[in-house]
């Protein structure tokens, strides 16, 4: 039966294979064996554990690492959320811009229509409408697609 007997805290096994699961897990043998520290802590709730694969397992319960996750998903996805709040911003402001162009072209239009009326004649005139309303028009449908 000694032939099942841990090296370094003297512990019998009946399987061989209980002594190295006993030397890979028993605190007071790995501290012997020199591989015992705290280099498997749980970075969320700082508890610490004698092998990777305890750590591991502990992380599947541990409510601050859940806890952590979740809220860094909720961040990511917010931080996504900014990106693209920020995108249809952008191109509205685009919208906006373009639009105020064609608002100043259409009040100098307008005002030159004023102005010559009574030197031209009625087709000229008409004409002239025709394009302030057409483009009025087309400024009405882009702000109205931009903001949708």
């Known amino acids: 039966m000694d032939g099942n007997r841990c090296e370094f805290c003297g512990s019998v096994y009946e399987f061989?294979?209980?002594?190295?699961?006993h030397q890979k897990t028993s605190k007071r043998c790995l501290e012997q064996q020199g591989e015992y520290g705290d280099d498997y802590?749980?970075?969320?709730?700082?508890?610490?554990?004698?092998?990777?694969?305890?750590?591991?397992k502990h992380h599947e319960t541990c409510k601050l690492?859940?806890?952590?996750i979740l809220y860094e998903d909720k961040i990511a996805n917010l931080e996504a959320d900014n990106e693209n709040l920020r995108a249809k911003l952008k191109a509205k402001m685009k919208v906006l811009k373009d639009a105020r162009s064609d608002l100043v072209e259409l009040k100098f239009a307008i005002d030159y229509l004023f102005e010559h009326?009574?030197?031209?004649?009625?087709?000229?005139s008409i004409r002239i409408l025709n394009t302030i309303c057409s483009r009025h028009l087309f400024f009405n449908n882009k702000t109205n697609t931009a903001t949708e």
């Open 41 to 56: 802590t749980c970075e969320d709730c700082q508890k610490s554990f004698l092998t990777d694969a305890k750590l591991i």
């Open 65 to 68: 690492r859940s806890t952590r």
């Open 16 to 21: 061989y294979q209980n002594l190295l699961a």
């Open 117 to 124: 009326h009574e030197t031209q004649n009625l087709e000229e």
